[in-house]
């Protein structure tokens, strides 16, 4: 059993920046792909960002694209996500994800496929 816990969210004003980040427990952390995704309330959860268990692949929305990058650091059992220009649309609660993999470069976008989950952080970008 994975236990994962985000932390690094709060509140910013638009343009400024975070580092979110998310610490597992619990297995063999480099054994996951991870994911971060979020939701604003009353909108479906939404997919962020993803990185191989190796860190060689990694994938972003559209939405975040050029403004957020992921990022793990196995010896310490860590993903991070940093996010730069903040907007009051990506206000929403963060929650990262851990997807067990065979092979060591691929990553998922579906949420349907990661296995575990943390309890999230919100993130509020004020305007």
């Known amino acids: 059993q994975v236990q994962l816990v985000e932390s690094g969210g709060g509140l910013v004003q638009a343009g400024g920046s975070l580092r979110l980040s998310c610490a597992a427990s619990?297995?063999?952390?480099?054994?996951?792909?991870m994911g971060w995704f979020r939701q604003a309330p009353g909108k479906p959860r939404e997919f962020i960002a993803t990185?191989?268990?190796?860190?060689?692949?990694?994938v972003y929305a559209d939405s975040v694209k050029g403004r957020c990058s992921i990022s793990r650091d196995n010896a310490k059992n860590t993903v991070y996500l940093q996010m730069n220009s903040l907007k009051p649309e990506d206000t929403a609660v963060y929650y990262c994800?851990?997807?067990?993999?065979?092979?060591?470069?691929?990553?998922?976008?579906?949420?349907?496929?990661?296995?575990?989950w943390g309890q999230g952080t919100q993130v509020t970008v004020s305007s």
């Open positions: 619990g297995g063999i952390f480099s054994d996951y792909a």
């Open positions: 990185i191989s268990r190796s860190a060689v692949s990694t």
């Open positions: 994800a851990a997807d067990h993999q065979i092979n060591t470069i691929t990553v998922t976008v579906d949420p349907r496929n990661y296995d575990y």
